[in-house]
C-alpha cells in the first residue's frame, strides 16, 4: 500500500516556488539544496512506462561488483539497545554510495555512446563518483563535470585528481546544471543524472542486495532519501526477496518533500527546502521514487538536533564518520521516530564526506 507520510517533527516550509523566494545559503559552500534536484535531465531516460526491475539491480550487481565489492554491514554501538546494523557506505572509495550508480551507468553505456562523453552537474558526492567510475575504467571516457563557485577547495582538488574535466561555472549550482545542459546538447555528450534514471539508480539499489545478504533475518531497512535512487532501488531489491521486511525512508525535518509529495499526491521536483546539515538530500525527489512509492511503509522526518547529535554519536561510538545525510537513517532511530519490532534493523550510512569545520563544532559543542 502507499506510505502514509508521517506528520514531520517541525514546521514544514511553505509549499512556494524556490524560484520566487530567497535562499539560504548552503552550508560549507555546498550546492543550494533546494534548487538542485529540481529539474529533469537533457535527455529525459525515465518515462511513465518505465520502473526499476529486480532483474535490473542484480544485473548491475554483476557489473560493478569487481570494482566495488560490497561495503560492511556491522552492528552498531550506538544504537543499542536495539539490534540495529549500519551499512556503511561512507567507506565508499568516494565516501558516498553514488558511486555504485555512477559506475554502473558508465559501464551500461556502448562504446559510441562512451566515446562521445558524459556530463553531471554536481559540487559533491555525484561528481565524485563519476569521475572515480572514469578513472577506474581507464580514463578513456571523456568526462566533463560541471561545479559553481561555492565548491570548497578541497574538494575541487580532489576532483582535479582526476582523468576528468572541471568546469567552475556559475555562483550557484543552478548555474552549473544549466551549463552543463547546454554543453550535453551541443557536444551530443551523454548526461549522467544522479538519482532519476534507472542505470543509476539500479546500481545505488545494489545496497539492498547486499544487506539481505549480509543479514537475511533482517527486519527494517532504514534508508535516507534525497533525489529518490538509493531509495527506490533499494525498496525495489527488498520486497522483491523478502517481501515482510519493512522499508523506511527518512528526510531531514527542515525538507519534508517526500511527505509532501505523497500528501499532494504528484512528486514534488521543486522543494524550498530550510537550511539543514544533511544538504545532500535536501531538495525536491525525483519521479523514480515516486512511482515507487507502494514500497515504502513509512516516512519520517528527523529534527536538525537528532542530526547532529547522531553524527557525534557515530563519531564517538561506533569509529564512522558520517555526514548530515549520512547520518538520517540511524538518527531516526537514535531519538524514537522507527520503533523496531525485535526483528534486526538494517540503516544506511550513506555518505561520510562532512566538512572538518563542520565537524569540529559539533564535537566542541558536545565536549
Known amino acids: 500500500m502507499v506510505a502514509a507520510a508521517a506528520a514531520p517533527t517541525s514546521p514544514r516550509p511553505a509549499a512556494r516556488s524556490p524560484r520566487s523566494s530567497p535562499r539560504p545559503s548552503p552550508p560549507s559552500g555546498r550546492r543550494c539544496a533546494s534548487s538542485s534536484r529540481g529539474r529533469p535531465p537533457a535527455e529525459p531516460t525515465v518515462d511513465d512506462e518505465r520502473t526499476l526491475t529486480l532483474a535490473g539491480i542484480e544485473n548491475a550487481r554483476e557489473r560493478i561488483r569487481r570494482q566495488l565489492p560490497p561495503t560492511p ?86 576532483l582535479r585528481s582526476f582523468p576528468v574535466t572541471v568546469r567552475v561555472t556559475g555562483a550557484t549550482y543552478d548555474d552549473a546544471y544549466d551549463a552543463s545542459l547546454a554543453y550535453a546538447e551541443a557536444a551530443g555528450a551523454r548526461y549522467i543524472h544522479p538519482y532519476d534514471d534507472p542505470l543509476t539508480a539500479a546500481g545505488q539499489g545494489t545496497v539492498g542486495l547486499e544487506i539481505l545478504e549480509q543479514l537475511p533475518d533482517v527486519g527494517q531497512v532504514v534508508v535516507p532519501v534525497g533525489g529518490g535512487g538509493l531509495m527506490a532501488a533499494t525498496a525495489v531489491a527488498v520486497k522483491a526477496k523478502a517481501p515482510g521486511v519493512r522499508i523506511v525512508a527518512v528526510q531531514p525535518a527542515a525538507s519534508p518533500s517526500l ?81 523496531p519490532d525485535g526483528r534486526p534493523v538494517a540503516v544506511v550510512v550513506s555518505g561520510g564526506n562532512i566538512d572538518a569545520r563542520h565537524l569540529a563544532r559539533l564535537l566542541a559543542a558536545r565536549g
Not at 556530463?119 to 568526462?143: E, I, K
Not at 516516512?299 to 558520517?322: F, G, H
Open 73 to 158: 554491514l556491522r552492528r552498531s554501538f550506538a544504537l543499542r539497545p536495539h539490534d540495529v546494523w549500519l551499512k556503511l557506505e561512507c567507506w565508499q572509495p568516494t565516501g558516498s554510495f553514488k558511486v555504485r550508480g555512477a559506475l554502473h551507468h558508465l559501464v551500461s553505456l556502448a562504446e559510441t555512446e562512451r566515446r562521445r562523453g558524459v556530463v553531471a552537474a554536481s559540487a559533491g558526492n555525484h561528481a565524485l563518483g563519476v569521475a572515480w567510475a572514469v578513472q577506474t575504467l581507464g580514463g578513456s571516457v571523456p568526462a566533463v563535470l560541471f561545479v559553481p563557485e561555492t565548491v570548497p577547495r578541497a574538494k575541487l582538488e580532489k
Open 259 to 339: 511527505s509532501e509529495s505523497l500528501a499532494r499526491g504528484e512528486a514534488l521536483h521543486l522543494f524550498p527546502a530550510a537550511p539543514t546539515l544533511a544538504d545532500g538530500v535536501a531538495g525536491g525527489i525525483g519521479d523514480l521514487v515516486f512511482r515507487h512509492r507502494a514500497l515504502i511503509d513509512e516516512v519520517v522526518n528527523v529534527p536538525e538536533s537528532a542530526i547532529e547529535e547522531t553524527i557525534v554519536a557515530l563519531l564517538a561510538e561506533d569509529q564512522v564518520v558520517a555526514e548530515g545525510a549520512g547520518a538520517l537513517a540511524a538518527a531516526a532511530l537514535r531519538c524514537g521516530l522507527i520503533a
